[in-house]
Structure formats: C-alpha cells, structure tokens
C-alpha cells in the first residue's frame, strides 16, 4: 500500500514538472502572438538591461552607495578596529571620511565597468532562458553572476584600484592606519582595501539588478514594454 502511494506521488510529482515545462516549450500565447525561444530570451535580456540602466546607475553618483543601505560598503571587520579606536582617542570625523572613501571608489569605478555588465547581459543563450524565466525572483541576475563573476572581478579590480587614486581614498587609508598603527598596545593592520571593495562594489552592482528583476517578476506596472509583458505573463 505505501510503495503504491509512494509511486502515486512520483507520478503528480513528474506529471507537474513535464506541465510546468511545457507552458514554454509549447510556446503559449503572451497576449499579442506566440513566444519563441528568442523572445523569451530577448525579454530576459531587456530586463536585465533595464536593471543596469535604472538601477545600477544610481551607484554612480555621489552617495550612490554611501547613502544607499542595500549596498553600502562597510568596514571589513581587521578594520573595525581601526575606527574604533581612532574614534576612541577623538578622531571619529577623520573615521567617517575613510569609509566614505571606500563607498566612493567604488561609485567611482561603477561608473566605468557598467559596459562590462552590458556586454554580458547579451550572452544569455535561448537554452538558458527558459530555466531562468521560471526561476525565482533573482534568477536572471544569478544567471549573469554565475556567468560574469570572475571576469568582471579581473576587469573592476584594477578600475578599484585606480579610483582609490582618483577619489584620494588610498591617502586617506594610509594616513588612518598610520595613525592606528601608532596608538600604544594595538596590533598593525595593512588590509587589501582594493581587494575588499572590489568584491564589495561588484555585490552592490549585482544586488540592485536583481532589486529591478524582482520589481517586474512581480509588479505588471514595472512592465513597461510590450516584450515584457508578454515574457514575463508566462511565469505569473
């Protein structure tokens, strides 16, 4: 009697993957004519696109992380100490303005790598694009950080690195581990700030795509394309 309710659940179990997957093979109705493959894919790739532009050029301008608290870089923790106890002896203005100097750099360097991301929305394939589409809220933008992680890291490091000179962030950094370097009884600290802030700019950047991803998975306003309402009605 149980292996018989057993494979009674087995059968609805893949009887509701094989119906679930055919609402796109059989290429159904999106409310002005049939879907293709290209569509489906052309529809992911327009909302990705619409992240980038709508979202991810937020963090370019000035308090774009800083002010914003979805993606703003905070201190990694061998620097936690470093502000404390820089505020601790009455330097807490010259504390803020070093991580005010890591949020800038990399609203700094978002502002260059943005094409990065653009070129790599185009490389979703149309076999990926199904699997995507009935995903969950976010799977699109995991899609292109499964896709582009390490290559844009490559890219956007040295951008980092040289924002960090553009913005003064790097002088300011020195100038505060010097000086907590130099209060009695505490451990020297050199961390890899361009490391971390690489890492942390790019999660940001990922994080706000998949904020506009969200929005038009699930809000039909958010929609505001033809191509959009008609990809994204297969997955309501």
């Known amino acids: 009697m149980i292996r018989k309710f057993l494979v009674f659940l087995l059968v609805i179990n893949l009887t509701a993957c094989a119906e679930l997957q055919q609402v796109v093979n059989q290429l159904p109705q999106g409310g002005g004519g049939i879907l293709t ?17 709508k979202q991810v050029s937020k963090l370019t301008q000035t308090d774009g992380f800083y002010k914003n608290e979805l993606v703003k870089i905070l201190l990694p923790e061998e620097l936690q100490k470093v502000d404390k106890g820089l505020r601790d002896i009455g330097l807490s203005k010259l504390a803020d303005e070093g991580l005010k100097a890591l949020n800038r750099a990399a609203e700094d360097a978002v502002k260059e790598a943005t094409p990065i991301f653009v070129d790599a929305v185009k490389e979703i394939t149309f076999a990926d694009a199904k699997n995507i589409l009935l995903g969950n809220d976010n799977a699109a933008t995991q899609y292109l950080n499964s896709k582009t992680q390490t290559a844009l890291y490559a890219k956007f490091n040295p951008v980092i690195k040289n924002s960090f000179s553009k913005v003064g962030a790097d002088e300011i950094w020195k100038n505060l581990i010097t000086k907590y370097n130099a209060i009695p009884f505490t451990t020297d600290v050199n961390p890899d700030l361009t490391d971390y802030v690489t890492g942390e700019a790019l999660k940001g950047v990922y994080t706000m795509i998949a904020v506009e991803e969200k929005d038009i998975r699930n809000n039909l306003a958010s929609r505001t394309t033809d191509l959009l309402k008609k990809v994204f009605a297969l997955q309501d």
């Open 37 to 53: 493959n290209t569509d489906i894919a052309a529809g992911l790739r327009q909302a990705l696109d619409f992240g980038i532009e």
